[in-house]
């Protein structure tokens, strides 16, 4: 089993991210998805809806399914907290940098987007 871990700093990069993650896992690897900058709108119940209408991804579904695997997600803290009124999806945890990086270091890949 490899370990992976993905740093997603782009919204419009989440659904190829969460793809990939979600066949990994599916693989019997281990995946955790920080969400950083741009990045951590997708995890608010408002912008999955808004990623559905615009590119025609089910965010707010991939996110579940992930979810549903095992896979841990990760909104980043400062972020989160100094958006006004984020809605997170339901299983998302906070993370600071501390915890992205010891993540990371016991990684087999880290994988920027």
Known sequence: MRRWVYFVTLSTNAPYVIREGIERKKSGDDVMIFFD???????DKR?????ER???????EMLQIALSLGIRLYGCQLNILVADGLELVEGVELAGVVTFLEIAYGADAVLSY
């Open 37 to 43: 900058l741009d990045g951590a709108y997708v995890l």
């Open 54 to 60: 615009s590119h025609g991804v089910d965010m707010e």
């Open 47 to 51: 912008y999955t809806q808004k990623m």
